[in-house]
């Protein structure tokens, strides 16, 4: 069988043809168009080649084009109608090489008027390749530095080999050399030397005579005892002639070509395109691909696209408008896939700028913000009223007017873009919906962790975060440490209908130990907590990753506010306080024993770093379960402001920074999220 190299394709057509030949190709009346697509093995892509096209007429030939590599020959050639014939050189024509085989072929040729001529030249291998072949006996038995000597000579003659008079190869281990012998030689004459560390040095030497191109001579060496016991090194020379089937075949390929226009531009999607897909030997795959999607030619339809077969050999393929209301708005390839009987293939991308609506991308939108920029593309310049719609339920639409920003690029901005949303979006262009309508379902909003208040462990004392998590949650637990009390631990009495088993109960207790104490607010809040002294220095605010903007909190809870018992900033009934903040990476330090940093929920509008803020403060108590939800207010002077940290605090005794309250309040909470 032949191997397959290179393919090099030349389609002769006529001047009457020329609809079907790039535009900026001029011709003659009395000239045809050559047209070469060039692809070659990748094992070939690095070799040299040189191709010559020759005008003949009678004996004699003049050379009318040459090209030093494949990539050379350009895809359009005219030439003038007549005989021709092709010459191609692949490989360096070196008489001696380990690297390089040389090819030649020709072919002859003829424009004429009428007739689309294939060409195909095969290019034979001139090379005589001969392997010496080292048996692993010779590595064992011999010292290092044997060597095989083959040169194109009826003798060995190492002062010429060394002068570079005599053509040779130096073989030192298994491989094979490629020789062109000249037309004066037939012979080539091998020469072994090496050194025997007992029998000293050993020569062996012999001549291959009637040498022939194409052809493969193997020499084969091997160190083994004879008869009487002596070591000897073997020779044997298979002199027989093995087929080496190496051509490279020059053959053309399908072409794809725009029908009055050149396909090498990029095309609009807003006009209509025919191609035209020849090739010369039938069809048997025809097949575009446009992102993803593959669509059958041949076999099957497409909304937008249309076959006409002239043969087996030639088809127009048109594409209109329509085909692209599969895809975005932008640039894409639209690829052609031919395949042929006799193996030719194709692959071709064409280049569109398509009309339409444009994937909204993670950097689009922020649904913190509640902004989203949406963008389409538009190629026709004739264009009048592009509008973007959208909507998040599919039936009730907004639709915006679209600014155009340079390059096609229009965009609209919305306002209320929500998380965990389906939002649908298209583009309207003149009052009608052009392309194709795109998708987009946002992220839920961040929650917080351990917001179901399940997860807990005890170290030196309770703490509401597991072991080995991240804490985000905190408690004045360690400063009731150090008089034996617990101010909040979990609770396996949970709200109807919790998924979860635990949550959060905040006992207000007076601790002492030795007759030295103080009254202790039960809390759970969002933060850090050190003790200085009998004082506890409490910062609020963990860092907080918002995805989006939070409504509100909503959180479950029982409680009971008790008459106060214990310190003197205020009498009466104990009062529960929660409250949430969101601050701009801004954190407030409580310290008990300085009131001028006591955080104060009534001035929480004016307190810096704010973004936004909600709070409940108040004496009634539940007795049961009950769900609560807190407004999260936003500040006009922060609107802009991108959040960093969450505040969030419980207490049932909102007076506890004072050391201020009753031993009879308590509280469970359960169930805390942000609501979007």
Same mark, same amino acid.
Request: glycine content about 12%.
């Given at each position: 069988m032949k191997k397959i190299f290179a393919i090099l394709g030349a389609v002769l057509v006529l001047a009457s043809c020329s609809k079907d030949i790039d535009p900026s190709v001029e011709m003659a009346t009395n000239e045809g168009a050559v047209r070469f697509g060039v692809a070659i093995a990748e094992d070939m892509q690095e070799k040299s080649a040189i191709i010559k096209i020759y005008k003949v007429e009678g004996e004699e030939q003049q050379l009318v084009r040459r090209y030093e590599a494949l990539g050379d020959v350009p895809e359009?050639?005219?030439?003038?109608?007549?005989?021709?014939?092709?010459?191609?050189?692949?490989?360096? /024509?070196?008489?001696?090489?380990?690297? @390089?085989?040389?090819?030649?072929? @020709?072919? #002859?040729?003829?424009?004429?008027?009428?007739?689309?001529?294939?060409?195909?030249?095969?290019?034979?291998?001139?090379?005589?390749?001969?392997?010496?072949?080292?048996?692993?006996?010779?590595?064992?038995?011999?010292?290092?530095?044997?060597?095989?000597?083959?040169?194109?000579?009826?003798?060995?003659?190492?002062?010429?080999?060394?002068?570079?008079?005599?053509?040779?190869?130096?073989?030192?281990?298994?491989?094979?050399?490629?020789?062109?012998?000249?037309?004066?030689?037939?012979s080539l004459f091998w020469h072994f030397e090496g050194t025997h560390p007992v029998e000293g040095d050993i020569v062996k030497e012999a001549v291959i005579e009637n040498v022939k191109p194409a052809a493969k001579y193997t020499i084969t060496l091997k160190y083994s005892k004879d008869a009487p016991g002596n070591l000897v090194l073997e020779a044997t020379v298979d002199e027989s002639i093995e087929e080496v089937d190496d051509t490279l075949i020059f053959s053309p390929d399908p072409t794809v070509m725009g029908d009055g226009f050149n396909e090498k531009e990029t095309q609009l999607s807003t006009t209509a395109r025919t191609y035209n897909v020849?090739?010369?030997?039938?069809?048997?795959?025809?097949?575009?691909?446009?992102?993803?999607?593959?669509?059958?030619?041949?076999?099957?339809?497409? @909304?937008?696209?249309?076959?006409?077969?002239?043969?087996?050999?030639?088809?127009?393929?048109?594409?209109?408008?329509?085909? &692209?209301?599969?895809?975005?708005?932008?640039?894409?390839?639209?690829?052609?896939?031919?395949l042929d009987v006799d193996g030719g293939k194709l692959k071709k991308a064409i280049n569109y700028n398509v009309q339409g609506i444009m994937a909204l991308g993670a950097e689009d939108y922020s649904l913190w913000f509640g902004t989203a920029t949406f963008k389409a593309n538009i190629v026709d310049a004739a264009a009048t009223s592009v509008k973007i719609a959208y909507s998040a339920d599919g039936a009730s639409w907004t639709e915006m007017?679209?600014?155009?920003?340079?390059?096609?690029?229009?965009?609209?901005?919305?306002?209320? &873009?929500?998380? @965990?949303?389906?939002?649908?979006?298209?583009?309207?262009?003149?009052?009608?919906?052009?392309?194709?309508?795109?998708?987009?379902?946002?992220?839920?909003?961040?929650?917080? #962790?351990?917001?179901?208040?399940?997860?807990?462990?005890?170290?030196?004392?309770?703490? #509401?975060?597991?072991?080995?998590?991240?804490?985000?949650?905190?408690?004045?637990?360690?400063?009731?440490?150090?008089?034996?009390?617990?101010?909040?631990?979990?609770?396996?009495?949970?709200?109807?209908?919790?998924?979860?088993?635990?949550?959060?109960?905040?006992?207000?207790?007076?601790?002492?130990?030795?007759?030295?104490? /103080?009254?202790?607010?039960?809390?759970? &809040?969002?933060?850090?907590?050190?003790?200085?002294?009998?004082?506890?220095?409490?910062?609020?605010?963990?860092?907080?990753?918002f995805t989006a903007k939070p409504k509100s909190m909503s959180f479950w809870m029982k409680n009971n506010e008790g008459t106060i018992n214990q310190g003197s900033h205020t009498s009466g009934s104990d009062i529960y306080t929660v409250m949430v903040i969101i601050t701009d990476g801004t954190t407030y330090t409580v310290n008990t024993k300085d009131e001028s940093t006591f955080l104060k929920v009534d001035k929480l509008d004016s307190i810096p770093g704010v973004i936004g803020y909600g709070y409940i403060s108040n004496t009634d108590s539940r007795a049961e379960w009950t769900e609560e939800t807190i407004n999260i207010i936003y500040r006009e002077d922060m609107k802009n402001v991108k959040p960093k940290k969450l505040v969030v605090s419980f207490t049932p005794s909102g007076y506890g920074d004072y050391f201020c309250g009753s031993t009879d309040s308590w509280m469970y909470v359960d169930d805390i999220v942000l609501n979007y």
């Open positions: 359009y050639l005219s030439l003038l109608n007549g005989n021709y014939v092709a010459k191609v050189q692949v490989g360096e /024509k070196n008489i001696t090489s380990f690297d @390089e085989k040389y090819y030649i072929g @020709e072919q #002859p040729f003829v424009i004429e008027a009428g007739i689309v001529t294939p060409v195909t030249v095969d290019c034979q291998l001139q090379s005589t390749i001969v392997k010496v072949n080292y048996d692993a006996t010779v590595a064992e038995k011999l010292n290092e530095g044997y060597f095989t000597n083959v040169s194109i000579a009826e003798s060995y003659d190492a002062e010429g080999i060394a002068t570079g008079d005599i053509h040779s190869l130096r073989y030192e281990e298994t491989k094979e050399g490629y020789f062109i012998l000249p037309a004066e030689h037939t020849s090739s010369l030997a039938n069809i048997t795959t025809m097949t575009i691909t446009l992102g993803d999607e593959e669509f059958d030619l041949i076999n099957g339809t497409t @909304e937008g696209i249309s076959v006409v077969k002239s043969d087996d050999m030639n088809y127009k393929v048109s594409i209109a408008p329509e085909f &692209f209301n599969i895809t975005t708005g932008g640039a894409h390839n639209v690829e052609f896939n031919i007017d679209a600014v155009a920003m340079g390059n096609g690029i229009y965009t609209a901005q919305s306002t209320d &873009f929500a998380c @965990e949303k389906s939002y649908t979006y298209k583009l309207i262009v003149g009052g009608v919906e052009y392309g194709k309508t795109l998708a987009l379902t946002t992220a839920a909003g961040a929650q917080i #962790p351990n917001g179901d208040m399940e997860r807990w462990h005890t170290a030196s004392w309770v703490l #509401p975060y597991g072991k080995g998590d991240t804490p985000f949650w905190l408690t004045g637990n360690e400063g009731g440490a150090m008089v034996g009390a617990t101010l909040t631990q979990s609770s396996d009495d949970v709200r109807p209908g919790s998924a979860g088993t635990k949550s959060a109960y905040l006992k207000s207790q007076y601790a002492s130990m030795m007759g030295i104490g /103080k009254f202790a607010a039960g809390n759970l &809040f969002t933060g850090t907590f050190a003790l200085s002294g009998m004082d506890g220095i409490v910062t609020f605010g963990r860092d907080f990753a």
